[in-house]
């Protein structure tokens, strides 16, 4: 109840919408199509997105900086809610995607947002937050309600639920993400921290940290994998959440 649209009687119908304003501020809008950000500093606030049929609900260009996007409603995306670097997404609620919710590079914050219903597409496995490199990532007192479909709460067959949060060195090396405050619930693995050395062999992740969450039991295998060189991950104060049981993973 407290993530997307703060007024709903106010959203207004759209088309698709492209901003190449610097400091623009869209809100109350509900947009059939996706919001693509070319621009630095833009707002985006108390909306709803069916993303029927685009790659992204909200596709932020690289090298643009300062995005904020608050209190709203994605669906229906063809790749991820969210696609981008440097911006914040607060009070998201991010849901019946076909594949994940956000895809984020460096420099950003996504917090108390509420993920769920993910992987619709034949073939999919979503993941509630996903990073291939870069640095500077928290995430913050979301919830992401993902339980695998062998799970005894699967939500049903249609939605092919891989993590929460999938960390992975792909594209470049991986620095300081922080998980912390979350509900994480499902996936093959929960959350993963791993090194792919697909193009790039040598990268590592560094300095990042899984703390004070709470952790459900709807996962496959585990609630974390850590694979590859991965150094410097502080893990601790995490609990299961049915019985506040402190965890040792």
Not at 109 to 120: F, K, P, S
Request: charge should be negative.
């Amino acid at each position: 109840h407290n993530t997307g649209p703060t007024a709903p009687d106010l959203l207004v119908e759209s088309g698709s919408i492209t901003i190449t304003q610097d400091g623009a501020v869209i809100e109350n809008v509900d947009v059939t199509g996706r919001i693509h950000v070319k621009a630095n500093n833009v707002t985006i606030r108390n909306f709803r997105i069916a993303a029927d049929g685009c790659w992204y609900g909200i596709q932020i260009d690289s090298g643009f900086v300062g995005t904020l996007v608050e209190d709203g409603e994605i669906t229906g995306a063809l790749s991820a809610a969210m696609l981008g670097n440097d911006y914040t997404a607060r009070r998201i609620h991010a849901h019946h995607l076909e594949a994940d919710a956000f895809k984020h590079g460096s420099n950003v914050l996504i917090e108390r947002c509420y993920v769920h219903h993910l992987g619709m597409q034949e073939g999919a496995h979503a993941d509630g937050c996903q990073t291939r490199g870069g640095g500077n990532m928290t995430i913050r007192a979301c919830n992401f309600d993902l339980p695998h479909p062998t799970s005894a709460n699967s939500v049903g067959p249609g939605f092919r639920h891989n993590a929460a949060s999938i960390n992975q060195a792909d594209l470049s090396d991986l620095t300081e993400v922080v998980l912390e405050g979350n509900w994480l619930n499902g996936g093959n693995y929960t959350v993963y921290f791993e090194v792919q050395d697909t193009y790039f062999p040598g990268l590592k992740i560094r300095d990042c940290a899984l703390i004070n969450n709470r952790f459900g039991r709807d996962h496959a295998f585990g609630v974390l994998r850590i694979d590859g060189d991965v150094e410097g991950l502080v893990v601790t104060g995490n609990v299961w959440d049915d019985t506040g049981e402190l965890m040792e993973i």
